[in-house]
């Protein structure tokens, strides 16, 4: 009996977090796909990646976990990573096609990289195909109407986990920032805002496209706004 051909890695961009901004593309793949790879912290059975996608899953399809622990120490990460990269060859190797789901584009602080990179990295790597989504960032700004760039402005996207000097530089270098990962560095966030001429003006965004959003002006003095956070600051021009 020959070996079962290797099936194809999709990673797919699911968008903010409602189910009617995936793309029509990931829709196709997810209409015919047989097993479903959904991240998830330890201890957490609830994926917005998932629920997002549900609507549009095949009813016999097979879904298999990959857990991810909430840390920065790289000796733990890089055990998750090891141990999910192995549940999703055995995945592929078996011959199944299988979808990694993403909140957001799928290479934009994702997840998905990491576990791409180490895919990469046992040798023998995967077919793998992304399907990009919509960030939460361009949510927000179609939210709220805010134009993000024009004509020659530049538009950064910066991690929100950077100290205060760091973060006020980031800004005075261009003319739109979006701040991601900003939970729990609210104060380096907020004075780097501040030193940047940015602090009344920048959007604060949390879980947009989901149950629970909201947008207000100015970072209203939170300690710790909600996890899925975004600022957005524009540069006035004028």
Known sequence: MSAATPGILYGIGVGPGSSDLLTLRAVDVLRRIHAILAA???GNDYSTALNTARPYLRKDVRILRLEFPMTRQRDK???AWEVAARQTRDVLEAGEDAAFLTIGDPLIYST???LLRTLQEGGHAPKVRIVPGITAFQAAAARTGTVLCEGTES????AGISDEEALTREM???DTVVLVKVYRNAAAITGALRRAGRGSDCLLASCVEQTGERISRGMNGEDTPPYMSLVLSRKNND
């Open 112 to 114: 998905f990289g990491y």
């Open 40 to 42: 998830a912290s330890p």
């Open 77 to 79: 990460l890089r055990i």
């Open 155 to 158: 538009l950064r996207v910066v």
């Open 172 to 174: 005075n270098d261009a």
